[in-house]
């Protein structure tokens, strides 16, 4: 692997985000493909379809396939990433959280709703990060875009409720309701993005975006008619992390099998299911 730089750990923690060029080789890119395939004829409980237009065009999501996957969970222990998460967020440790896939079919239309993902999340804490790798190349229209500086914004945000992106209704999706706790709208960042000073990135298989928990994000999608976008996704969690459990609700909603595993809020995620993947050497 080569090492991130300074300029792009310096980037993250101004902007909230990073994009990083070339630090994942083709194997990682072709078994996490692989993965992908096994993960979509063989979804888990979480997974769900987001959207499904009236061509049939759909947008596919799930999460912690990394305990069924082999691939994933080869990427998980044994790839770069949990060390360039170590890395970027300058922590000294690094447990796994989750995986989560997002695939668009050729020509889906569907733009992710702007958030933050800490929030949603089963943890609290500034050291926090994900890390979106496109399997498909991507152009910048098309990728994930983000608002640099929001990851330290003071504001509650009145998030969206992913819970509602269920139109098979094949099961009772995990549903928040931030607006008890809210102080502001989240704000109409494309009715005008440049004031936002809103970033994205053409990227190719390879490429990776790195961005905390915090940093306000969406868009995505809006494919050309011949082309589709999977992108894997990895949560990763460093130093000052702890378990929380919201009243707003949680998504994915990691309760029940982080109590199943004697974790409760405040405590530091580990045991198997939020294995401890990275440790910085001593200097
Ligand atoms: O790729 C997307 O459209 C959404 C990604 C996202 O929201 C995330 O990784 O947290």
């Not at 995986?99 to 668009?104: H, I, S």
């Not at 949603?120 to 875009?145: H, K, N």
């Not at 440049?194 to 790195?210: H, K, L, T």
């Not at 595993?261 to 045991?271: C, K, Q, S």
């Amino acid at each position: 692997m080569r090492q991130v730089t300074s300029d792009e750990i310096e980037a993250y923690h101004r902007d909230g985000v990073a994009v990083l060029r070339d630090v994942f080789d083709a194997t990682w890119i072709e078994r996490l493909r692989q993965g992908l395939d096994a993960n979509l004829t063989s979804p888990t409980s979480r997974a769900r379809v987001w959207d499904r237009d009236d061509g049939g065009r759909t947008m596919f999501w799930d999460s912690q396939a990394w305990l069924t996957v082999d691939e994933y969970r080869r990427f998980v222990t044994e790839s770069p990433a949990a060390a360039i998460a170590g890395e970027m967020m300058r922590v000294s440790v690094v447990n796994f959280f989750f995986d989560a896939v997002f695939v668009r079919s050729p020509g889906s239309q569907f733009s992710t709703p702007w958030h933050q993902d800490e929030p949603y999340w089963s943890i609290e804490g500034y050291d926090s990060c994900t890390i979106w790798m496109p399997l498909d190349a991507v152009c910048r229209e098309s990728a994930l875009a983000f608002v640099p500086g929001s990851h330290v914004a003071p504001s509650v945000w009145n998030h969206y409720n992913f819970g509602t992106l269920n139109p098979d209704r094949h099961h009772d999706a995990d549903q928040s309701d931030f607006s008890a706790f809210a102080d502001a709208a989240v704000p109409d960042i494309d009715a005008d993005p440049g004031a936002f000073g809103v970033v994205s990135w053409a990227m190719e298989p390879g490429d990776c975006v790195v961005f905390n928990g915090r940093t306000m994000h969406g868009g995505s999608g809006k494919l050309a008619p011949d082309a589709g976008l999977r992108v894997f996704t990895s949560k990763w969690l460093g130093d000052d992390v702890r378990i929380a459990f919201r009243e707003c609700g949680m998504d994915p909603d990691h309760t029940a099998v982080m109590t199943a595993h004697g974790l409760g809020p405040g405590d530091r995620p580990g045991t198997e299911l939020y294995p401890r993947v990275w440790e910085r050497s001593p200097a």
